[in-house]
Nanobody, 123 residues
Framework: QVQLVESGGGLVQAGGSLRLACAAS????????MGWFRQAPGKEREFVAA????????YYADSVKGRFIIARDNAKNTVFLQMNSLKPEDTAVYYC????????????????WGQGTQVTVSS
């Protein structure tokens, strides 16, 4: 089992920044590809960003490319999502997830999920 706990969400004005963190415990963190997903009210959970086990491969959704940065610190068992130039449409609950397979944008490939952290961007 892998336990994931997100933090860093909050309320921010459009154009602002937030940095999310996801702390992992339970298994060897570096054995897992990590992803961030988000879910807005009334919408499906959607892919945001993903990073491979050693950080060499990274994917972003088109909607966040150039604004968000995913990174991981395997020594601290933590994955981060730096969110810049935030827009009201970025408002959602953000979830981190761990995959025992290769890094992927596919939600169903992730084995473990955190509880989520709310991000609200005001206009």
């Amino acid at each position: 089992q892998v336990q994931l706990v997100e933090s860093g969400g909050g309320l921010v004005q459009a154009g602002g920044s937030l940095r999310l963190a996801c702390a992992a415990s339970g298994r060897t963190f570096s054995n897992y590809a990590m992803g961030w997903f988000r879910q807005a009210p009334g919408k499906e959970r959607e892919f945001v960003a993903a990073i491979s086990r050693k950080g060499g491969t990274i994917y972003y959704a088109d909607s966040v490319k150039g604004r968000f940065i995913i990174a991981r610190d395997n020594a601290k068992n933590t994955v981060f999502l730096q969110m810049n130039s935030l827009k009201p449409e970025d408002t959602a609950v953000y979830y981190c997830a761990a995959s025992s397979g290769v890094v992927t944008t596919i939600k169903g490939a992730y084995d473990y999920w955190g509880q989520g952290t709310q991000v609200t961007v005001s206009s």
